[in-house]
Nanobody
């Protein structure tokens, strides 16, 4: 079973950058696709980005294309989300997840981290 721990959240001004990381403890990290989701207060959890097991294929929500970049390091069992040009509407708790495929829905993923807060001030 995979255990996922996110880090790197914080408070940043509009236009700033943050880099989120997700560390996993399982032995089978490299076989899973990894995704990032976010959830703002009063809203449903929404897809942000995903990457397949090898890192050769990625997918992004339209709202973050061109601003966010997902990457993974299978040797280090980590996945990262570089977030640039942040906007107040990016404010949410960000979760990383592991699953069998590069899906865009929460039910596509089997394992979840506890989340890390990202707050973008205007």
């Amino acid at each position: 079973q995979e255990q996922l721990v996110e880090s790197g959240g914080g408070l940043v001004q509009t236009g700033g950058s943050l880099r989120l990381s997700c560390a996993t403890s399982g032995r089978t990290f490299s076989i899973y696709a990894m995704g990032w989701f976010r959830q703002a207060p009063g809203k449903e959890r929404e897809f942000v980005a995903a990457i397949n097991w090898s890192g050769g294929r990625t997918n992004y929500a339209d709202s973050v294309k061109g601003r966010f970049t997902i990457s993974r390091d299978n040797a280090e069992n980590t996945v990262s989300l570089q977030m640039n040009s942040l906007k107040p509407e990016d404010t949410a708790v960000y979760y990383c997840a592991a699953g069998p495929g590069i899906g865009t829905m929460p039910f596509d993923y089997l394992y979840w981290g506890q989340g890390t807060q990202v707050t973008v001030s205007s």
